[in-house]
């Protein structure tokens, strides 16, 4: 009941800020750049990662141009078929154009209406899409180098700040680590006590559209059993076989090739998101397992029990993960073996354009025997890389070179 009078009250607040926000220019630039070089670009991402809303912005910008461009923009109820876009197509006219289509996954015939359209008008077509993998896989072979697919993420932490207009501190870290960053979360204000219930709400949502039904699961149930277990144990090296082997101690039977085919459905949906293990004493990546994160902090809270221990410090690794990948980096759990034969894992090893850093992450709980074994770790790696530790809070610069810097600085771009 209260979440039913606070949506009425709060949302046309919240529709204002976002608005606002969506327009995150530093993607808007990429689809500015794609322009040049491509003339079919997706924008994908998470359902609740505000797509349409982006590209009315992205339409803002064009407008801008001189010359000016002649822009044709079909919501989804316009377009149910080759038909209607060949017969909205004829607007473009001569000369530059572009044509926005949301939601462009179930049309009809949208290839064969592409062709058509690329052949008789100088168009860019921008699709938004809620299933960009697979809208890539059926265009791909069809537009090669043409198609380019852009993946919006969710809210970074400096944008969920200016959304809910706090400032950062600790308590807005731990805000941006239960709440997430999809558009929808925005319905109350982070702080709200009904906050985790609409989470939940919207989880389940999410998990029975974009993954029950669209895959046909039979077994709901060991699914949201798999989500939980994952959530429990973000950023551990997890393999099918260990997975199968903890449901049998709570008397859950399910067979490896089922865990695999789950996590593989979670993956395609955006719900989950892998990281491989490279083996960094042999230069090899593993194939023993992965390391798993949810593709929104807000996803992960629902299936979460927050008063566990260590709850916030998985919660923090999964916001560093996500940092890492939208900011362009590849990014693996390394392992390293000791001289002593002893195994310890880096949280992060992460390589772009030819540059490396390693991260580790500094729990909260860890006891002063565990930090000093994860410093050990990072020390073992002498490939002169910048190493870093990564905690709630930073600190000075150690004398033994590894940088210890907080969440927060991390988040927010500051080294």
């Not at 949810?294 to 629902?302: E, N, T, V």
Request: net charge positive; charged share 25%; proline share 4%.
């Amino acid at each position: 009941f209260y979440i039913s009078l606070s949506v009425d009250n709060y949302y046309f607040v919240c529709y204002i800020r976002h608005s606002m926000v969506y327009k995150r220019r530093n993607y808007i630039q990429t689809i500015m750049d794609a322009r040049k070089t491509h003339r079919v670009i997706i924008v994908g991402g998470l359902p609740g990662t505000g797509k349409n809303r982006f590209l009315a912005s992205v339409i803002q910008e064009i407008r801008g141009e001189k010359p000016p461009v002649r822009i044709v923009h079909l919501q989804h109820d316009d377009t149910t078929g080759t038909r209607d876009i060949l017969q909205q197509a004829r607007a473009l006219g001569v000369g530059p154009s572009v044509m926005v289509i949301e939601n462009g996954d179930g049309i009809d015939g949208l290839s064969e209406s592409l062709n058509r359209i690329l052949s008789d008008y100088s168009a860019t077509i921008l699709i938004s899409s809620r299933h960009e993998k697979a809208l890539d896989t059926r265009l791909k072979p069809i537009f090669g180098t043409l198609l380019q697919t852009i993946r919006l993420p969710p809210l970074s932490y400096p944008e969920f700040l200016e959304a809910c207009s706090i400032r950062d501190s600790m308590r807005s870290l731990e805000l941006y680590a239960e709440n997430g960053g999809l558009v929808h979360h925005a319905l109350l204000p982070p702080d709200s006590p009904d906050r985790f219930s609409l989470l939940r709400f919207r989880a389940d949502s999410f998990l029975l559209t974009e993954v029950l039904e669209r895959f046909t699961v039979r077994n709901p149930r060991a699914i949201r059993e798999l989500l939980r277990f994952v959530a429990r144990h973000t950023g551990e090296s997890l393999s099918s076989r260990q997975i199968q082997e903890a449901f049998s101690t709570r008397n859950i039977t399910i067979s490896p090739q089922a865990v695999l085919d789950y996590l593989g459905y979670c993956t395609d949906s955006g719900l989950l998101v892998p990281a491989p293990v490279y083996d960094l004493s042999r230069k090899k990546t593993l194939d023993c397992g992965m390391s798993w994160y949810f593709g929104d902090s807000g996803l992960r809270c629902a299936f979460t029990d927050r008063e566990r221990a260590g709850t916030f410090d998985r919660a923090l690794a999964n916001l560093v993960f996500l940092h890492l990948t939208d900011s362009g980096w590849t990014v693996r759990q390394g392992r390293v073996i000791r001289g002593n034969g002893n195994r310890e894992d880096i949280s992060f090893v992460c390589d772009r354009d030819g540059e490396r850093r390693y991260i580790q992450m500094a729990g909260s709980t860890a006891t002063a025997a565990e930090q000093l074994r994860k410093r050990t770790a990072l020390l073992s790696l002498r490939d002169g890389w910048p190493k870093y530790l990564i905690g709630a809070y930073g600190d000075e610069q150690p004398e033994d070179g590894i940088r210890q810097v907080s969440v927060r600085e991390l988040l927010l771009g500051q080294f």
